[in-house]
């Protein structure tokens, strides 16, 4: 099976703005699901979480959002959505397309 958490990490590390710690992450999804610049991702994604701009950067601010919004944390408890549960929630969020959630409902609706 591998290391399950090797993705998490690796993702984490990666994007921008901390990845999941922060909202790195969904900046990183409207930049390639839209084709925004950062500037206007930041924003846009600021706009949807009702948060600032500056605090897409606070890990600490951003885990609480995360939370309430079920957007996936990096370290979930028993009551956060993980997983697939997650991405539902951000592209119903962001309002937009994400291959695995479509996928997913196609073969659901079967």
């Keep these: 099976m591998g290391d399950p958490l090797g993705m998490a990490i690796t ?3 990666a994007s921008g703005m901390g ?3 922060a909202a790195g992450d969904l900046v990183a999804r409207m930049q390639i699901a839209r084709g925004m610049r950062i500037d206007e991702a930041k924003k846009y994604v ?3 979480l009702n948060v600032s701009v ?4 606070d890990p600490i601010i951003m885990n609480e959002v995360r939370d309430d919004l079920g ?6 408890n028993v009551r956060s959505p ?3 549960e997650a991405k539902f ?3 119903r969020l962001l309002d937009i397309e994400i291959n695995c959630v479509n996928r997913f409902k196609e073969k659901a609706s079967l």
């Design 11 to 13: 993702h984490a590390v």
């Design 19 to 21: 990845g999941m710690r």
């Design 46 to 48: 600021a706009d949807k």
């Design 54 to 57: 500056r605090d897409l950067t």
């Design 71 to 76: 957007l996936g944390i990096l370290h979930p």
């Design 82 to 84: 993980k997983c697939m």
């Design 89 to 91: 929630n951000i592209a």
